[in-house]
């Protein structure tokens, strides 16, 4: 039997030791930013614990190269790559700082060949597609995504697919790492914790070796989880005749999850926090995936569950919640049907964003009127925080909190009284919390660029304030789906590839002005149908204005042209929060972000529930 050798390793030991090699024959890198910010805040959760403790990211099955030290990945590479990208982002972060040096040797480093060469290699080096290329490039350059996001199409270097995905993943790094160490102390922290406690069992051995052990591990799993544990203390409390029956009971529970591609864990989470005081010596009210267990078999609270005498009734509780938790990552309402208003907070959370849950698991028991009330709400809420990067513990200590309320709402029997402490609780919780935000979220829309957010974030948002015109324009009060905004195309007024002789005449009218930096400005976008847009291409404004009037979308077609219809119109009253341009110059893109950032003002806010 072939040489088996296993190593437990910090990042920092991983990178310093060994060379990395995705061979091609390797799957390419999938993760999007759902896997990568929960990775993320995964680590963000073991070190905002302060107990000191390994974060254990599982194993990683490797078979040695020709080279010493180098290793052809087989099993693991999502994770290394993402690693290898977070080292990347923290480089460039630490700019000027003497933790350059260390990361630079844990990213590139020279080595001596069997012929006594000395070569340079980056230590993770991806051979699928361009990925090599892309990587090359990124650490080259040393800067942030937009600007990796440039040199690479400047370089000539495709980016789509896997590529795209290395790319975004580097930008969800780099925000994430501004958003929450915004200086070198909070930096040098996170770090410190990354390159000494996020560990992992190495385990080398030759190919075909290593293939039978990855296939055996996929088959029969590793290690019992606090799922695995919850399962087990449940079944101590049926009689063994009960067994099959609950084990059917609790496939319902774990099946669809995997199907969904969902972390039982987090559910589990939420699953506590949205149903349950929760009391724990921090006072924060929140369950870490490392405390689920430990909550469970809590005497007080397995009385409070009540699963020693009731172990089934307590699985169908957790199953409806799994079949609403589903059916809310859908875009689905509490009758587990497509809803407006579910589907309109999806477009803004995305597959990055599952905290809100929640919430809404808190609220399902809410008649649908309510719910459908509570969500729009919660969008508005969500809207400020997301949209000014707050970082997602700042929520979690709050949400767990507020579901209390919640459920305390959905017991009340009056549907009067039910529908005034809704209107409190949200008047209190989320309209205060926007009120403390607003001057926060007027400073991020000030700077809003194309590449302040991920670009169905931005595409999101444009929809909305394009969906709010054409409401207002049209009489309407009641939003149709949003999914007829989030389809056309993003629009630069400026164009984004545009002719030398644009670019000059832009840059001699607006010397103050840098043309690259307009073009992605907020004003400066616009939402398009795809006829129009390949019909408008790049040509100066006096050209697009006539193509524009085309437009379905009067925020869109407005810009060229207003249209006044009666006295006292709908039209006319949404005109005057719009206006047309004769030219576009800087002063131009400018004053249309205020105008945008005024409409915004007015589509994300909360409303009261009619009641009595």
């Known amino acids: 039997m072939a040489k088996i050798e296993n190593y437990k390793y910090s990042i920092e030991e991983a990178f310093g030791e060994c060379f990395y090699i995705v061979p091609d024959y390797q799957r390419e890198y999938v993760w999007t930013e759902k896997e990568v910010q929960q990775l993320l805040d995964d680590i963000n959760e073991q070190i905002d614990s302060g107990n000191g403790q390994e974060y254990f990211i599982g194993t990683v099955l490797v078979s040695p190269g020709a080279q010493k030290k180098h290793y052809e990945v087989i099993d693991g590479q999502q994770r290394l790559t993402t690693f290898f990208l977070l080292l990347c982002a923290l480089k460039q972060l630490f700019r000027g700082e003497p933790h350059v040096a260390a990361l630079s040797g844990l990213i590139s480093t020279s080595y001596t060949d069997k012929e006594g060469n000395i070569r340079a290699s980056l230590k993770l080096d991806p051979r699928y597609e361009n990925a090599s290329e892309v990587l090359r490039k990124l650490v080259e350059l040393d800067a942030d995504p937009q600007t990796v996001r440039t040199g690479v199409h400047a370089a000539g270097i495709a980016s789509f697919g896997s590529l795209e995905n290395l790319l975004s993943a580097y930008d969800t790094i780099y925000r994430f790492l501004k958003a929450n160490y915004d200086d070198v102390v909070k930096l040098s922290k996170y770090w410190g914790y990354l390159a000494n406690y996020v560990v992992f069992i190495q385990i080398s051995t030759d190919i075909s070796s290593a293939l039978k052990i990855f296939e055996t591990i996929n088959e029969r799993g590793i290690g019992l989880n606090p799922m695995d544990l919850l399962k087990n203390l449940l079944f101590t409390h049926v009689r063994q005749e009960q067994f099959t029956d609950l084990k059917n009971e609790w496939k319902k529970v774990t099946k669809p999850l995997e199907e969904a591609k969902e972390k039982p864990l987090r559910f589990l989470r939420y699953f506590l926090m949205a149903n349950y005081v929760i009391r724990n010596g921090r006072g924060d009210a929140v369950v870490r995936e490392d405390e689920i267990y430990d909550w469970f078999s809590n005497k007080q609270n397995a009385a409070v569950c009540d699963y020693v005498n009731k172990p089934f009734e307590f699985v169908r509780k957790i199953i409806r919640n799994v079949e609403n938790y589903l059916a809310f990552n859908k875009g689905c309402g509490i009758d587990r049907q497509p809803s407006l208003a579910m589907d309109s907070l999806q477009k803004l959370c995305g597959g990055a964003f599952s905290l809100h849950n929640v919430l ?114 049209k009489g309407l009060k009641v939003p149709g789906s949003l999914g007829e905004y989030t389809v056309l195309q993003i629009e630069h007024i400026l164009p984004n590839n545009p002719e030398i002789s644009l670019r000059a005449s832009f840059e001699e009218k607006n010397p103050h002005a840098q043309y690259d930096d307009y073009r992605n400005r907020l004003g400066n976008l616009t939402l398009l149908e795809k006829p129009i847009n390949i019909v408008a291409s790049n040509n100066f404004f006096a050209n697009k204005k006539a193509v524009y009037c085309y437009s379905k979308n009067y925020l869109t077609s407005s810009i060229a042209e207003i249209k006044t219809v009666g006295q006292n119109s709908s039209i006319n009253r949404i005109n005057e929060k719009l206006q047309a341009f004769e030219d576009w110059s800087a002063a131009s893109i400018d004053k249309r972000h205020e105008l945008l950032m005024g409409l915004a003002r007015d589509v994300w806010r909360t409303a009261p529930l009619a009641t009595g």
């Open 360 to 473: 809404l698991l808190a609220a399902s028991n809410f008649p649908k009127p309510l719910f459908d009330h509570f969500v729009r709400q919660l969008e508005s809420f969500l809207f400020y925080y997301i949209f000014t990067k707050t970082p997602t513990k700042d929520l979690e200590r709050s949400f767990s909190t507020w579901a209390d309320e919640i459920r305390a709402i959905s017991e009340t029997a009056d549907p009067t009284v039910q529908g005034d402490k809704l209107n409190a609780f949200i008047t209190q919780r989320f309209q205060k919390n926007m009120d403390d935000k607003e001057t926060e979220l007027t400073d991020a829309l000030k700077r809003y660029t194309l590449f302040s957010m991920q670009q169905y974030r931005t595409r999101y948002f444009l929809s909305k304030l394009t969906q709010y015109v054409d409401m207002a324009y």
